[in-house]
């Protein structure tokens, strides 16, 4: 197993351009060992291989922290996601969701204008791509309708996540053009690293969609 670890994580060293294995890629590498116990204690403290793939790519900046729940952390973020992030809570709270999902994100982010002049410079026909998103989210979310009607949908892990690696892919403030970037690319990465895509991120690819598209 230690043999077999170390090998992926000199693959994967090569993969990205690197001539050195850190310890984070040796991290990333020992996921693959499901059955082992050093695998397991990660799971145990929460810790996931997309995690680990985000921090070997952007590295983490101490002084741009993100949290959802914390509205001094925001400043990191342009009006405009601001703006959209409000939407996607909304979304979540309407139809009395426990959760907002990358799915709520990006049918937020569909509603702002600068995304629809990306979508239509890029060939996406945007009013199907947010009635096919409105549709997944009214019939296959049905499970995160919450019991108490009058509580709050709280934001799930992997959208704040994909704030957050906006915020570190860009020196001022992440906009909605970065965290639709850092959704096309998180989901690739995530097919790398043999991670679960989420349907947000899965359609936007199944369009031919890149990262690029957005940064440029």
Known sequence: AFVRVVQRAILFTESIGRYEVSGAIALLSIFSERESRAAMLLAEHNVTRIDVVRFVHFGLRKDRIFRWKDPHTWSVLSDSLQNALHRAEALANDRHHNAITLEHLLLALLSEEHTCV???????????????????????????????????????????????????????????????????????????????????????????????????
Do not use: W
């Open 118 to 216: 990306l979508l239509s410079a890029a060939g996406v026909d945007h009013g199907a791509l947010s009635k096919d998103l409105a549709g997944y989210i009214d019939q296959e979310l049905s499970s995160l309708v919450k019991k108490d009607s009058e509580a709050h949908a709280e934001p799930s892990a992997a959208c704040e996540g994909l704030v957050q690696t906006a915020i570190n892919r860009v020196s001022g403030p992440a906009t909605v053009a970065s965290v639709l970037a850092s959704l096309v690319l998180l989901s690739g990465l995530a097919s790398l690293a043999d991670e679960p895509v989420s349907y947000a991120g899965a359609l936007m690819r199944e369009l031919g969609l890149s990262h690029f598209d957005f940064i440029e």
